[in-house]
Every structure is written in structure tokens, then in C-alpha cells.
């Protein structure tokens, strides 16, 4: 079966632009997962969908990101101004949402350098 | 916020020694699951044991789990250099929402 996609590989922006993430998790998985990972720390849950609704988001900065997933499916995450401390790798992941399937599957994650 | 802390945060060992990494967290969980992560990369799911389940198995891998310590650990036996990675535990409340720790850097030397 297919991964989980995730694009670009890498960004480099300078600070106060804008920049959009794109995440499309494995077919059939109705969870889907957007993680911030800072360099030499473990990864932040900042958004949580079920299906094409929001679960959790209690960790993402709204005044700055925005995430959206449109037909329960494809995701985008952005970020209007960057920060320095934006500077991290963006990880997708989606799961099935199964009981007894609690697996998260993880893209190869975009990794944002804010100058 | 991290649910989990890991220890220690980095472990250098040399090949076909085993490897242990410790986990402890905060809040009631559902089940715990161990990651790997190899250097630019998405995270790997390895294992999972449930609140209800004391240890488990997997190849080289063993887990424990002790609820009342709030505390986990993962073992690698005969590790090899491919086994240089980051290891994250991550929890789950029952509500499919997964927090991880701070992650133990493993360095294999063959």
C-alpha cells in the first residue's frame, strides 16, 4: 500500500512570508495527524482530524497556522507570517482509527528552515 | 506538551550489546507505543502494549509496561549498527490522540 505522501521536502522562507504544507495520508484512514518536530526534541501534536473535522487543536498557534482537510482526505497546513521559531520538521501521519489498528503511519515530514 | 520523558536521552553502545530505553508519563493511558526514527526522516511504528498487557515481544524488541510507575522500557538485544536511530514511546488516552516523548538517541558502533 501507498505511504503517506507528504510535500515539499524542504522550505526555506524568510520570516514573516507565508508557507503551505501538503499531506495526503493513506487511503482509507480516517485520522490524520499534523506534527511539529523542533530539532533534537520529539514531535508536538499540533492538529487532529477526524475525517474532514476537527478533533483536538489545542497545540496549534491559530493567530499564525491554519490547517484544513478538505473531503476528509488531502490536508494543508500554513503558516501567515513565519517566525524564526517556525524553523522544524512539519510531520503527516494519519491512522486508521480502528480499535485494535492504533497505529500511527508517518510521512517523510517537510523540513521549514526560517531565516 | 510532552506527555512523555525518555531516558536517557542519548546511549552509545557497541554492537551486539543490548539496548535500554526508558519511558514515563504523566496521565492514564490506553496503550503505549514505541517509534524509531532514523536521521531526516518520518517516524516507524515498532510495537504497542496495552494498558492491560505487562510485556511484549517482537524479534529483538521487548517492551514492558508498569501502570502503577507510570513507566515503560523498550529493549533491543543484539543491536546492530542499523539500529543507530531515535527512539520516541507515544501514548494514547483512548481518545486516538498520541503524545510523545522527548526521544532516546541510540548510537550502534560496529
Known amino acids: 500500500e501507498a505511504g503517506v505522501a507528504q510535500s515539499p521536502r524542504y522550505k526555506i522562507i524568510e520570516k514573516r512570508q507565508s508557507v503551505a504544507f501538503w499531506c495526503n495520508p493513506i487511503s482509507g484512514h480516517a485520522t490524520l495527524y499534523w506534527y511539529q518536530q523542533i530539532l533534537g526534541q520529539g514531535p508536538k501534536l499540533l492538529i487532529q482530524?477526524?475525517?474532514?473535522?476537527?478533533?483536538?487543536d489545542s497545540q496549534l498557534p491559530k493567530d499564525r497556522f491554519s490547517a484544513e482537510r478538505l473531503k476528509g482526505v488531502d490536508s494543508t497546513l500554513k503558516i501567515q507570517p513565519a517566525k524564526l521559531e517556525d524553523s522544524a520538521v512539519y510531520l503527516c501521519?494519519?491512522?486508521?482509527?480502528?480499535?485494535?489498528?492504533?497505529?500511527?503511519?508517518f510521512g517523510s515530514g517537510t523540513q521549514l528552515s526560517v531565516l | 506538551s510532552q506527555q512523555g520523558e525518555e531516558d536517557p536521552q542519548a546511549l552509545s553502545i557497541q554492537e551486539g550489546e543490548n539496548a535500554t530505553m526508558n519511558c514515563s508519563y504523566k496521565t492514564s493511558i490506553n496503550n503505549l507505543q514505541w517509534y524509531r526514527q532514523n536521521s531526516g526522516r518520518g517516524l516507524v511504528h515498532l510495537i504497542l502494549i496495552r494498558s492491560n498487557e505487562r510485556e511484549k515481544h517482537s524479534g529483538r524488541l521487548r517492551v514492558t509496561l508498569d501502570t502503577s510507575k507510570k513507566s515503560s522500557s523498550l529493549l533491543i538485544t543484539a543491536s546492530r549498527a542499523a539500529d543507530t536511530a531515535s527512539y520516541f514511546c507515544a501514548t494514547d488516552s483512548g481518545t486516538y490522540k498520541y503524545i510523545f516523548g522527548t526521544g532516546t538517541r541510540l548510537k550502534v558502533l560496529a
Open positions: 482530524f477526524q475525517n474532514n473535522g476537527v478533533v483536538d
Open positions: 501521519a494519519s491512522s486508521p482509527y480502528r480499535a485494535g489498528n492504533e497505529k500511527l503511519f
